[in-house]
Each structure stands twice: as C-alpha cells, then as structure tokens.
Nanobody, 124 residues
Framework: QVSLVESGGDSVQAGGSLRLSCVGSGYIYSGYCMGWFRQAPGQEREGVAAISTGGGITEYADSVKGRFTISRDNAKNTLYLQMSSLSPEDTAMYYC?????????????????WGQGTQVTVSS
C-alpha cells in the first residue's frame, strides 16, 4: 500500500524558516518524481516545487523561487522542502505527491499519490 506522510509544518513568524519532510513507502520511491503543493482556504491548489527521480532537475513556482529548496534522499525515501524568508502569504496546507515519471512538472494532474498534508502558518 502506497503511503506518503508529511511532517514539519508549524506556526512561525514572518521571516522564519521551516523544513518539511515527506516519507514514502509501498512503492519504488526512486522511480517516481516528487512534488510539493499547497492550498490555502478558499484558494486553488498551487504547485510549489517539483524534483526529478535523481534529484538533478527541479522546478519552482515564481512565488517561492530563491526562498524554497526542494530535495530528496532516495536512500531514506524522503522528500524535503526547505523554506526560508516565510511570509503570511505562504500560509497553507502543504502536500507532497509522487508521479511515475522521471521528470515532474508542477501539474497536479500528473501525480498519482498524495499525502495527507502538513499545516504551515506564518504570522506577521
């Protein structure tokens, strides 16, 4: 059974940092590209970042470029999202997702598996 479990969400002050983690199990983790998505109340889901199976190719939303870094450790079946210079606009539920391709884009329709999400709240 495929499982993606996110952790690391928290409430922080603007300007702070957080690192989200997502552990995958039940499938060949290294064969799937991965992505981070977020959704705030009343807003559409946004693709934040994506990373290829080997980790060498990444893509970011313009809103997070230069502040967020996506990475993965295939030996640990773990995906990360390092977030810095957080602002209240980053407040959302953050989800990780997996897709059976070598290279991912941030199109949610391409992803097969989703985690339950971890909440990030940034106060001013």
């Amino acid at each position: 059974q495929v499982s993606l479990v996110e952790s690391g969400g928290d409430s922080v002050q603007a300007g702070g940092s957080l690192r989200l983690s997502c552990v995958g199990s039940g499938y060949i983790y290294s064969g799937y590209c991965m992505g981070w998505f977020r959704q705030a109340p009343g807003q559409e889901r946004e693709g934040v970042a994506a990373i290829s199976t080997g980790g060498g190719i990444t893509e970011y939303a313009d809103s997070v470029k230069g502040r967020f870094t996506i990475s993965r450790d295939n030996a640990k079946n773990t995906l990360y999202l390092q977030m810095s210079s957080l602002s209240p606009e980053d407040t959302a539920m953050y989800y990780c997702a997996a897709a059976p391709w070598s290279i991912c884009k941030r199109d949610a329709r391409r992803y097969n598996y989703w985690g339950q999400g971890t909440q990030v709240t940034v106060s001013s």
